[in-house]
């Protein structure tokens, strides 16, 4: 860098110099010499404060313009986002990064996430005009104040050649049951997680999770919003699972029902140091302006993995190169769910199930829908005592038998809520039907159960109860029967 010369702007940085002592904090103290080489340079710092967000500075008569920007610097020019106006800062914060301790003001880490120069067009009071030439902050950008002391930041310029818009509805790719392939080589294989699916939209300072019904569950796992934090400002679109662990360390989706019905957001911090989330990632769909749908799973899970996304509440496990059998072996030795395969050189498509992804289970397990239930008897008596569940077959809901296990009081209680309102006075199901003293209702709700096998009648020998799947609609419910990878 060149060298600069010496400027004295002593009351240009008194609010500086005021909410630091130089004694506590490594930050520069701004008495040096100010270098000033073209009096252009600019740097963003990503700050992990109380909060993560951004820092611009812009170099200007001696001392730094600065910005703080909660959701980064914006790369279209359909978005204004936030700038708040702070404090000049010394020259020298051009080359500072470090970690500002712990109770001293903007206290955290704070890295250079980009620098460059910056030619002015307009340095106004209200409004800054300017031409950036960073490696990642390219083009031209106007900072203008808006009422009060809001400031805002907009990008004029049309976005980079070839960089793509961010997906914002995107139903995921679904596998098929089926036997495990035999063509090891052509598969990568995954554990396959007991939870709820879930698409992560990051932004800078921001994370949207939507289920794959496309619905926002972003309020029920605030956890999850510090994964933006983890991609250090880059925009990506993530495929996984969130799951919550049992105490042996298994996927748990019954333990995960206690995070998944929670309204209030009281109840929901409640709940998160009692039931903690890991968000499971297995999927790269979108990163820093490039969708990755054509490209093979293969290439898509190299790209994620080198994003290295393992925190306190996400990670994202290993998938193996063949070994399907060992795999599945092992998984069962586990008491896992099973294993899932997935053709490396598959593109990903959004909401279709073909046989490109292929779930192999250890126990047989089916989504069913609510179409009633019958009052429990004995130490039950006055609860709900089974569920009478069905599938759809031809556009008709089919009688598929009842459900009496694996229930615990809170899922009974939970059933009664949700049921009550739903009640009608005639069945739901088409040809065979449940016994006389049943009470039915519309078909809206969907479970998951474990079971044995089906019977010749089509219905479920010794299915138990696992939970609710607000995450499926009632609708696309079918009976499911593996397929031969091979046909």
């Not at 929670?262 to 998160?272: D, F, I, L």
């Not at 039915?440 to 159960?449: D, G, R, W």
């Amino acid at each position: 860098m060149a060298k600069r010369a010496k400027t004295k702007t002593p009351e240009q940085l008194a609010e500086y110099r005021a909410k630091r002592d130089p004694s506590k904090t490594p930050e520069p103290s701004g008495d040096a010499a100010a270098t000033a080489g073209d009096g252009h340079s600019f740097v963003v710092h990503e700050h992990h404060a109380r909060r993560l967000h951004w820092d611009l500075r812009l170099e200007h008569n001696g001392v730094l313009l600065s910005f703080a920007l909660p959701r980064g610097v914006p790369q279209d020019p359909s978005e204004n986002r936030l700038a708040v106006h702070t404090e000049d800062h010394p020259i020298e914060y051009l080359d500072f990064h470090g970690t500002i301790p712990k109770g001293e003001y903007g206290a955290g880490e704070m890295t250079i996430w980009d620098s460059g120069t910056y030619e002015p067009e307009k340095i106004e009071e209200k409004k800054i005009v300017a031409r950036f030439k960073g490696e990642r902050v390219r083009g031209r950008y106007a900072l203008f104040q808006t009422r009060g002391d809001d400031w805002m930041i907009h990008r004029m310029d049309p976005p980079e050649p070839g960089r793509e818009p961010m997906p914002d509805r995107i139903e995921p790719m679904k596998a098929t049951l089926a036997e495990l392939p035999g063509d090891g080589g052509e598969w990568g294989y995954e554990v396959k997680w007991d939870g709820v699916r879930a698409i992560a939209y990051c932004e800078p300072g921001q994370v949207r999770l939507q289920s794959r019904t496309l619905r926002d569950l972003t309020p029920q796992y605030p956890e999850i919003g510090a994964l933006a934090g983890a991609l250090g400002g880059t925009p990506a679109v993530l495929d996984g699972e969130l799951v919550a662990y049992d105490d042996e360390g298994r996927p748990s989706f019954q333990r995960l029902q206690r995070r998944m019905h929670v309204g209030s957001r009281a109840e929901v911090r409640r709940r998160m140091a009692d039931v903690p989330v890991t968000y499971v990632l297995f999927d790269l769909l979108h990163v820093d302006g490039r969708t990755l749908f054509e490209s093979p799973y293969e290439e898509r899970r190299a790209e994620l993995e080198a994003l290295a996304l393992d925190g306190e509440s996400w990670q994202t496990p290993t998938y193996h190169r063949g070994e399907g059998e060992a795999m599945l072996s092992a998984s069962r030795e586990r008491g896992l769910e099973g294993i899932v395969a997935k053709r490396l050189a598959s593109p990903y498509r959004p909401g279709k199930r073909g046989r490109d992804w292929l779930k192999v289970k250890n126990l047989r397990g089916q989504e069913v829908v609510i179409g009633g239930w019958l009052p429990g008897k004995g130490r039950r008596s006055g609860e709900l005592g089974a569920l009478l569940v069905g599938y759809h077959e031809g556009g008709e809901l089919r009688y598929a038998g009842k459900v009496g296990t694996g229930f615990d009081a809170r899922d009974l209680k939970l059933l009664r809520e949700r049921l009550e309102p739903l009640a009608t006075n005639s069945s739901p199901f088409t040809g065979r039907q449940p016994q006389r003293d049943s009470n039915f209702v519309e078909p809206e709700l969907v479970a998951e159960v474990e079971f044995a096998e089906w019977t010749n009648a089509g219905t479920l020998r010794h299915p138990s109860y696992k939970g609710l799947r607000e995450d499926k609609p009632a609708a696309d419910v079918v009976r499911e029967e593996p397929v031969d990878p091979t046909a």
